[in-house]
Structures are given as C-alpha cells and as structure tokens.
C-alpha cells in the first residue's frame, strides 16, 4: 500500500531563512507527485505537481520541489521564505495509472514564518 | 460552479444521530473524492466516484458511512448513528480526470462536531 511521510509536523523560520520540507513515499511503480498547501481559513490548494520529465518542479510563489527516485522522495523548497507562507504544507502520491485512482496525503508539515 | 462547494460547513449533531453532508464539484469534472481530516491528521481517503460510480469505496471506515452521486455531479456523504470519533472536517474534491490525476480542487470542508 502506498504511504506519505512528512518528516518535520512543525517548522518556525524567520523570514529570508530557506525552506525545505521533506518529504518520502512509499510506492516502487509510476507515481505522480504534489504538494498542497492550506493557508490559514482557506481551503487546501495546489502548489505544484510532478507527473514526468525534468525532476525539478516549479510552482507557484516561488517554490519548487524535487523528485528524486532513488531516494523515493520529492522535497519541497524555497530559499527565501516570507511571512504569508505560513501555512500547513501537505505532501502527496498518487501511484501513476495502475494504483488505483486515489491520492494519498501525508499528515502535514505546519510552516510558521516569523516576521 | 466556479469552485467545490460544501454544505453545511458546520455541523454540530448529538451521537446517534444521522447526518448528511453535500458536495457539489466543478461542472464538468467527472472525478469525485470525498477524504476526512482530523485534529494533527493527514487527509484520510474515504471514497472516490467516476461518474455516479465509486470503483473505490475502500476508506469508508465503516457501514455507517455511505456516499452516493447523482447526475455526475453533486455527491452526499452520510454517516449513520454517529459516534464522537466521527467528528473531524470532511473534505470534498473534483478533478476533470480520474485516471490521471491533474491535482484535485478542495471545497472549504465540513467541519462535523459530535457532541
């Protein structure tokens, strides 16, 4: 069965400081990647997403994520955080076309960004 | 619609009693998802529909869940004599594919209370 684990469940960083959340999966086949983010009263969000080609992946408000298949991971990054990304950063899996049509979720990073 | 919508998006429900909570996707967007957040909790998959058909039903966590959809389109969720365990904010999600997943778009939740 697939599975997510995010590795940090809290993160406090000053803003300017770079970011990296990780983030491991557990699925030996095709799988496709995101992360979500859910800002403080608003609902979950796409921030970007993996399905194949070059494994550094662009999103939105400057972050990226980086699919690394020997180590089944697909880290998320910033190098420069800001206030407004405080928020719950979720990552998940979804096993490409044969794992069924579900996405699993890990349990969550929170991101508090001091100002 | 121009979003997921969710209804109510509060519930509070004395146990043992039967609740129905709405979801009504994007126009067009034949996948359906129904997940459940809990306090600290990742996105636990409940229920996932094509069309008005759910090939997967495996994250109902017991019989007293069920799900249906009509019309491609607006699905309810219902839990049957509900428990205080029960009580989290269930999540809708639609995307336009099922196979490949393209991201889903989330509505704001129902937060349930089971008091």
């Known amino acids: 069965a697939q599975s997510v684990s995010q590795h940090n469940h809290h993160v406090i960083l000053s803003e300017a400081a770079s970011l990296e959340l990780g983030c491991n999966y557990s699925y030996g086949g095709t799988v496709n990647l995101f992360w979500y983010v859910q800002y403080p009263g608003q609902h979950l969000q796409l921030l970007l997403k993996?399905?194949?080609?070059?494994?550094l992946v662009k999103g939105i408000k400057g972050f990226e994520a980086e699919f690394i298949k020997s180590k089944f991971s697909f880290n998320l990054r910033k190098p420069s955080v800001q206030w407004s990304d405080t928020a719950e950063y979720f990552c998940?899996?979804?096993?490409?076309?044969?794992?069924?049509?579900?996405?699993?979720f890990g349990a969550g990073t929170r991101l508090f960004v001091k100002a | 619609g121009a979003g997921v919508s969710q209804s109510p998006s509060n519930k509070v429900t004395e146990k043992g009693k039967d609740v129905e909570l709405r979801c009504d996707p994007i126009?067009?967007?034949?996948?359906l998802y129904w997940y459940r957040q809990s306090l600290g909790q990742g996105l636990e998959f409940l229920i996932y529909f094509q069309g008005n058909s759910a090939p997967d039903k495996s994250g109902l966590p017991s019989d007293r869940f069920s799900a249906e959809r009509t019309g491609g389109s607006v699905s309810t969720l219902t839990i049957q004599r509900t428990q205080q365990e029960d009580s989290a904010v269930y999540l809708c999600a639609s995307s336009p594919q099922g196979r490949y997943n393209y991201g889903y778009t989330f509505g704001s939740g129902t937060r349930l209370t089971v008091v």
């Open positions: 993996y399905f194949s080609g070059d494994p």
């Open positions: 126009s067009g967007h034949t996948a």
């Open positions: 998940a899996v979804n096993a490409g076309n044969t794992g069924g049509f579900k996405t699993i």
